[in-house]
């Protein structure tokens, strides 16, 4: 399995205090993800997060309906957060959150040189996307620019 890395930062002009809960929000994942995509969480809210957290989603990939389902691995307020897939449409996805307004995600695709495949024809394009978005979005919402670091190997 080839694991692939996205990373993004962003600095934002407030304090830790006001940042870091507008992320601990799983309601707020809805409003910094692209509206293309038809993202929503299905966990009834409010969602007490903490290690262990379980949160599910639902959206459309390309068209194609997907549940989603993550676990809250690491709640260290207000410095970072790590959230990993157990299911969904990756082989793999373990994301960092930081306050860095840092995002990390390593992931990996099923299915082997069709999954290689999907990757170059769009997986990447897409998760770059919408992972500007959010940088956009976040920073319509808490301040900042709208500009930021960007590295996807």
Partial sequence: MRIHVLERQQRIERPLAEVFPFYADAANLERITPPW???EVTTPRPIAMGVGALIEY????HGVPVRWRTRIEAWEPPYRFID???S???ALWHHT????LGDRVRYALPLG???EAARALFVRRDLERIFDYRRDAVA?????PASGGRRSP
């Fill in 37 to 39: 995509l038809g993202f």
């Fill in 58 to 61: 639902r959206l459309r990939l």
């Fill in 84 to 86: 990993a897939q157990l």
């Fill in 88 to 90: 969904g449409p990756y």
């Fill in 97 to 100: 959150g930081a306050t860095v």
């Fill in 113 to 115: 040189l069709a999954g």
């Fill in 140 to 144: 319509k919402l808490l301040g900042g």
